[in-house]
T-cell receptor, first 111, second 115 residues
Framework: GDSVTQMEGPVTLSEEACLTINCTYTATGYPSLFWYVQYPGEGLQLLLKATKADDKGSNKGFEATYRKETTSFHLEKGSVQVSDSAVYFC??????????FGTGTSLTVIP | EAQVTQNPRYLITVTGKKLTVTCSQNMNHEYMSWYRQDPGLGLRQIYYSMNVEVTDKGDVPEGYKVSRKEKRNFPLILESPSPNQTSLYFCASYKQGALGFDEQFFGPGTRLTVL
């Protein structure tokens, strides 16, 4: 079946450091790929998405590129802020309506 | 305000006592879904619904029931809860746009403890 594997956490970075959170997927067909962010005590919010190969999703300085050849969708940000501290989930939607989420990566940014 | 609401937000119950967690959305979305979130496992889809009276099993449907009698509501029913259903539950909804899937909106979560 379909699945998502993402980098284990937790990740601790200093403010203005570069961030990469790795995500790879296994899927039949052509899934859509997403990154969601969860702040403490809240539900998930969509951060960015990509619906086909080579698409780049971007939002709030974060970006991720749908790489079909490496089945990856790594999340990157050039300069993190304290306010970026949260849990990040990589997810895929298959060609039906089923979603598969990674286990989440906790990010803490220290001043 | 566009939102997904869940009730209750917190629930402590005992094994075998039937319970229902309600979910409602005010965005006229066709699709609704239930997830559970467990440490180290991320979110796993329990059931989803593509429209009124249409429901499908997700990854972990055992021990759960759902119904979709109205477009806005999608209750999650645990007929005989067990301790392994202790978890954080999220309801979500989304609209299938003209160009395909749009954005999935999540509710605030329901923390369930089964003793």
């Amino acid at each position: 079946g379909d699945s998502v594997t993402q980098m284990e956490g937790p990740v601790t970075l200093s403010e203005e450091a570069c961030l990469t959170i790795n995500c790879t997927y296994t899927a039949t067909g052509y899934p859509s790929l997403f990154w969601y962010v969860q702040y403490p005590g809240e539900g998930l919010q969509l951060l960015l998405k990509a619906t086909k190969a080579d698409d780049k999703g971007s939002n709030k300085g974060f970006e991720a590129t749908y790489r079909k050849e490496t089945t990856s969708f790594h999340l990157e940000k050039g300069s993190v802020q304290v306010s970026d501290s949260a849990v990040y989930f990589c997810a895929l939607k298959d060609t039906g309506n089923q979603f598969y989420f990674g286990t989440g990566t906790s990010l803490t940014v220290i001043p | 305000e566009a939102q997904v609401t869940q009730n209750p937000r917190y629930l402590i119950t005992v094994t075998g006592k039937k319970l229902t967690v309600t979910c409602s959305q005010n965005m006229n979305h066709e699709y609704m879904s239930w997830y559970r979130q467990d440490p180290g496992l991320g979110l796993r889809q329990i059931y989803y619904s593509m429209n009124v009276e249409v429901t499908d099993k997700g990854d972990v449907p055992e021990g759960y029931k759902v119904s979709r009698k109205e477009k806005r509501n999608f209750p999650l029913i645990l007929e005989s809860p067990s301790p392994n259903q202790t978890s954080l539950y999220f309801c979500a909804s989304y609209k299938q746009g003209a160009l395909g899937f749009d954005e999935q909106f999540f509710g605030p979560g329901t923390r369930l403890t089964v003793l």
